[in-house]
């Protein structure tokens, strides 16, 4: 396990139908000032709660690493 700054985010999108979908999704960043930086581009603020230093199994940054610690915390 690796000692990382995890940034959550919610997406909402608009489905044909008319119902409105929540996609959760992260970014994982090596050091608080690169997960601030994305931070304050969607956000434009900084927070307490965002950028939070935990343990997770990703080495990178890539799609199949965040479904994949999305889905671990979702099963804990």
């Known amino acids: 396990m690796l000692s990382k700054f995890v940034f959550f985010f919610h997406i909402f999108v608009m489905e044909d139908s008319g119902l409105l979908s929540q996609i959760d999704?992260?970014?994982v960043f090596d050091d608080e000032n690169s997960c601030?930086?994305?931070?304050r581009l969607i956000h434009n603020k900084t927070q307490a709660e965002n950028c939070i230093l935990k343990k997770v199994s990703t080495v990178n940054n890539d799609a199949v690493d965040n479904l994949n610690l999305l889905l671990s915390s979702k099963n804990s």
Not at 36 to 39: G, I, M, W
């Open 36 to 39: 601030r930086t994305v931070e």
């Open 25 to 27: 999704s992260q970014f």
